[in-house]
């Protein structure tokens, strides 16, 4: 699949995460065979005021690319700022979120509630195409409720504007993260368009995302939190069945947490990623707590059993 002048080499993508697809998942993600890895949503207005907390969202390495960064507001020339400053940095791919449900972000005209507004979400994409040096995607999801899906028009608007592909969650705002997803509306969005679309929703297995493009036509599959723990997600065989076949993966993780999070919330990540690892495991509640109960890195390691007691 191309998106503008970018080649993937292979059909599966980390979708953004926030809170989750930082620079250290995103570069495990990669080693185990995501073909692009997109970084979590990054504030407008925290990058054209140069807030620290946003800039430190943009950290990098060269060893995860191809990359996307996601852009999230909903002023034009806000947005058009922020992809100006976003093109010195190193990069492949700028995407614009019209498709997070979360509430807060939602009061304030973004994400989601942009599906509601066909003719400012088409300003602000052509506002960050005019200032972005690199391709342009966006993701939405397929409307605001069952009664309204509006995804194959949004995406045509989308194109129009000048999006270089489209993703689209295949849930509605009022299902959030719930229900089942309607791959038909992915479906319905690829024979709207005539650029890329990457077709996200319940995908918790290489399988899976085989089979969503199989049955939609759809050019790529993004794995958001079917990915949490599973970093196999991307690979045909998938994920190992016993703690020793996941061991590698999850201490490379936490060598590459202690080497890119700052050391603030390097524990809480660790945890909260760490034990997701667990998932399916006989002990697993138990291995879980000592986790959570641990004060160090190392502590975290000590949780888990030697494979000689644990296999």
Known sequence: MHIGPLKLTGPGILAPLAGYTDLAFRLLCRREGAA???SEMISCHGLVY???????LLASDPAERPVAFQLF???PGIMGEAADLLNPHPMDALDINMGCPVRKVIRKGSGSALMKDFDRASAIIQAVCRNSRHPVTVKFRSGWNSGQVVAPEFARMAEESGAA???IHARSWAQGFGGKADWEVIARVKDAVSVPVIGNGDIL???DGIRMMAQTGCDAFMVGRGSLGNPWVFQEQGRP???SGRRGVILAHLELMERYIPPRK???KAKNHISRYLSGLPGATRIRGNIMAATTMDEIRSALPPSSLYP
């Open 205 to 207: 297995s290489h399988g």
């Open 36 to 38: 692009m890895c997109f």
């Open 73 to 75: 507001g909903n002023e």
């Open 266 to 268: 390097l524990l809480f």
């Open 165 to 167: 592909a489209v993703t």
């Open 50 to 56: 140069g807030q620290k907390k946003t800039l430190e």
């Open 241 to 243: 069945a016993t703690l």
